[in-house]
């Protein structure tokens, strides 16, 4: 069965330009988390949704970054404009929702902001 | 959320168990010891989880000592493929903001030919 997809898998762009992340969760699960990854600063949570409605994005780190649920079985993280210091790996991430539900990780996108 | 400890690397030889520990000396007793690990240029992939007692799967068997201070997760006959950085973490039960996970540095286990 599918896992978390996300597109696209690498993403290479200059600063100042727009960028956009997708993620299709896994059919069902109602929890959505956008994480990224550094070498220095490691795994940290953006940004989660359930049911679509955004719930904690105490991870975002400014107004350029944005995220949004249109639906159940969509979500995009934008970076707007990109900076050299948003490279790095984010991955989306979904679950079931309820009590101890584990998470479910894409391969996520690299990307990389010259 | 509880912090927890972890050594910065293990070996192991293929086709031996791979023993890696964590201590969460602070946990609380509601809350959940959970293992998920990455290999390169992957996604974390979810292990298994537990609260006191302890668990088995296909995958792996968590052992949590009494106290709940601590904990070894147990890959039974390590593969190559299981070369990987390991995470344990600790995390509440219930939802809201209790659903995100909290990720360490972790282990980077090596599994050698």
Redesign the interface.
Known sequence: DAG?IQSPRHEVTEMGQEVTLRCKPISGHN?L?WYRQTMMR??E?LI?F?NNVP??DSGMPEDRFSAKMPNASFSTLKIQPSEPRDSAVY?C?S?L?Q??S???????TRLTVT | DAKTTQPTSMDCAEGRAANLPCNHSTISGNE?V?WYRQIH??????II?GLKNNETNEMASLIITEDRKSSTLILPHATLRDTAVYYCIV?P?????N???????GTLLTVNP
């Open positions: 978390v929890s988390f490691g795994l949570l989660y359930n719930i904690d991955f991430a679950s929702g009590d101890n584990p998470l479910h990780f894409g391969n996520g | 959940y959970y240029s992957q996604g974390p992939q979810y989880h995390r039960p219930g939802g809201g903001s659903y995100k996970l909290t990720f360490g540095k």
